[in-house]
C-alpha cells in the first residue's frame, strides 16, 4: 500500500526522509482532498453548504513548534484556493 492510499484510507502514517523531499506535501494534499470530497459529498446529499463550518477535520501532531509553523505555511499554500481554512 503506498503512502497516498494509506493516508486517503484514513490510516495512521509515519515518514521519514531527507529534507525537502516533500513529506509534508504526502500528507497536506490528500487531508485536503478528503476535506474537499467531504464537502462535496455533504452538498450533493443535503443541496445546501455545508454545515459544518469551522468544526475540526484533521489534526496533525508536531514534536516542535517551529515543524508545526512550517508544516502550516506549506498547507497554506496548497489550500490557498480551496476555502479550507489550516
Known sequence: MTLGASILGKKDVVGAAETGSGK?????IP???????DREKATANVGV???????LR???????RELALQIKRHMDV???YTNINV
Open 24 to 28: 509534508t506535501l504526502a500528507f497536506a
Open 31 to 37: 487531508i485536503l482532498q478528503g476535506i474537499l470530497e
Open 49 to 55: 453548504e455545508d454545515e459544518s463550518e469551522g468544526f
Open 58 to 64: 484533521a489534526l496533525i501532531l508536531t514534536p516542535t
Open 78 to 80: 496548497v489550500s490557498t
